[in-house]
């Protein structure tokens, strides 16, 4: 089966730009995740979707940060605006469903510069 | 809030020989999961080998293995015969069981890492 596809692969901008994330998750997973990944720091959840709802945004930085999962496939994650501190590699996970018995397969992730 | 722990930041190994990594975790949760994720440079995460709480016995995947003490909420990773594919971090993660498609958050929580090292 084809992975979890993400893109862009790198991306630098300059502090008070905007970015966006594109994540195309396993075909049938119904779960989606965005992880934020500091570097020298295990990764962070920053939203969970269940198909197109969400259920887990509580570590999302809603004044920057926006996510949607348009019909229940793809995703993206925007900043606007960035700011240095949110360098970091962007991770996209998705499982079939939630829960421990239901493995997160991950993408190869976005690493985001902010200058 | 469940915290997970890892106390070795770097770890060196030669290869062919065996080395362990340590996780330390806690929760007030008696039913749980936990798994040790690699990392290689490419940045996927990719699953190495996942442990029910309820299950006494230590799972097995081929060369990985692990010691589960729940009482002791301790989750180290054993890795024999090491190989240079095996350069990587390590990460221990913790998720709380959520059943199904229920549509509620099951978070999986990660810890710092251990960045290891396979030398010849």
């Known amino acids: 089966e084809a992975g979890v596809a993400q893109s862009p692969r790198y991306k630098i901008i300059e502090k008070r730009q905007s970015v966006a994330f594109w994540c195309n998750p396993i075909?049938?997973?119904?779960?989606l995740y965005w992880y934020q990944q500091i570097l020298g720091q295990g990764p962070k959840l920053l939203i969970q979707f269940q198909n197109n709802g969400v259920v887990d945004d509580s570590q999302l930085p809603k004044d920057r940060f926006s996510a949607e999962r348009l019909k229940g496939v793809d995703s993206t994650l925007k900043i606007q605006p960035a700011k240095l501190e949110d360098s970091a590699v962007y991770l996209c996970?998705?499982?079939?469903?939630?829960?421990?018995?239901?493995?997160?397969?991950f993408g190869n992730g976005t690493r985001l510069t902010v200058t | 809030a469940q915290t997970v722990t890892q106390s070795q930041p770097e770890m060196s190994v030669q290869e062919a020989e065996t080395v362990t990594l340590s996780c330390t975790y806690d929760?007030?949760?008696?039913?749980?999961?936990l798994f040790w994720y690699k990392q290689p440079p490419s940045r996927q995460m990719i699953l190495v080998i996942r442990?029910?709480?309820?299950?006494?016995q230590n799972a097995t995947e081929n060369r990985f293995s692990v010691n589960f003490q729940k009482a002791a909420k301790s989750f180290s990773l054993k890795i024999s015969d090491s190989q240079l594919g095996d350069t990587a971090m390590y990460f221990c993660a913790f998720m709380k069981p959520v059943g199904g498609n229920t549509g509620t958050a099951s978070k999986l929580t990660f810890g710092t890492g251990t960045r290891l090292q396979v030398t010849l």
């Open positions: 996970a998705s499982s079939l469903w939630t829960g421990g018995d239901s493995p997160l397969h």
């Open positions: 442990q029910e709480a309820y299950k006494q």
């Open positions: 075909s049938g997973h119904a779960t």
């Open positions: 929760t007030s949760e008696n039913n749980y999961y």
